[in-house]
């Protein structure tokens, strides 16, 4: 079980719509958020990638140079900007708070994104452009959020945002433009939720049944994403780090529950049908 500080503000609250970009500008310095917390992510990660292995990572050919580039920024990134947390001793990363040992791959290793993966809390995804599209080429995706890596490894982003209802004709043009006119070095962030009925960080997609019952507890899923463009191969880098919370917790924040009512009630028909909120319903009716 990882222990979260709860967030002064929650993305329900700030944002009424999957379909709402919500890109802030931030430093490069704050790329990453710092990973104290690492040792119960770098367990998960090697775990999961033990029991489903291609399932969770996934690399095409064409992605090799940008996996290197990826994993030698990252490396400064650690040691420059997270100093408290990251030392270096040889060839190996040390996360000081938990001793662990990480091992830096070779400059000219294949599939260095594995090893640089286990760095940090974060998933880590590569989007090269291909044909005048983004396009997933490489993924660590140890927490995914109902999406299955094989599904998209080699799909352009419009194919990705499939599932999101109203996506292309309101949200994927702009996307595209967006990751188009990204400067190098520029990060951007976002956040967004989704709810369920487990703990676990890997989510993979599941038939949904009859309604879950009332008195079954529910959680809380915050994504922080953020988006990074290389600078020698332009390369689109995002980072998806994963926060679950039992939802009763977030009575501790003013106001959260409350606006989870209102946004589930306000949600469109289509939209509450991507999020499952009527399987969710007779469960959440207990706390909000």
């Known amino acids: 079980m990882i222990n ?61 140079t940008a996996q290197q580039e990826l994993a030698s920024l990252l490396q400064q990134h650690l040691l420059q900007d997270h100093s408290q947390v990251y030392g270096q001793m040889g060839k190996q990363l040390t ?68 599932p999101v209802p109203g996506i292309h004709q309101q949200l994927t043009p702009k996307i595209d433009q967006f990751l188009a006119n990204m400067a190098a070095g520029q990060v951007v962030e976002r956040r967004n939720w989704s709810l369920q009925e487990a703990q676990e960080l890997a989510q993979f997609p599941q038939p949904i049944t009859a309604p879950l019952e009332p008195a079954s507890p529910l959680f809380y899923r915050m994504e922080r994403q953020s988006l990074l463009r290389l600078p020698q191969t332009q390369t689109i880098v995002f980072a998806i780090r994963v926060y679950v919370f039992e939802l009763a917790d977030l009575q501790q924040v003013p ?22 909120i009527d399987f969710y319903g007779p469960a959440l009716a207990k706390y909000c």
């Not at 379909?19 to 090697?46: F, I, N, T």
């Not at 589930?264 to 991507?274: A, D, I």
């Open 4 to 64: 979260y500080p709860l967030p002064a503000s929650l993305p329900h609250m700030r944002a009424d719509s999957v379909l709402h970009m919500g890109m802030q500008v931030v430093p490069q310095s704050q790329w990453l958020e710092a990973c104290v917390d690492l040792e119960p992510y770098y367990s998960h990660k090697r775990k999961v990638r033990h029991t489903y292995d291609n399932k969770v990572f996934a690399s095409l050919a064409q992605s090799q």
């Open 95 to 162: 996360h000081l708070p938990s001793g662990i040992l990480l091992d830096i791959p070779a400059t000219d290793a294949m599939d260095a994104l594995w090893p640089a993966s286990l760095w940090v809390a974060d998933d880590l995804l590569i989007m090269q452009p291909v044909a005048g599209q983004y396009c997933l080429t490489a993924a660590s995706l140890c927490s995914p959020s109902s999406w299955r890596l094989q599904d998209k490894l080699g799909e352009p982003m419009t194919r990705i945002h499939d």
């Open 255 to 276: 106001d959260a529950l409350p606006a989870l009512r209102t946004a589930v009630e306000t949600m469109s028909p289509t939209l509450r049908n991507y999020k499952n």
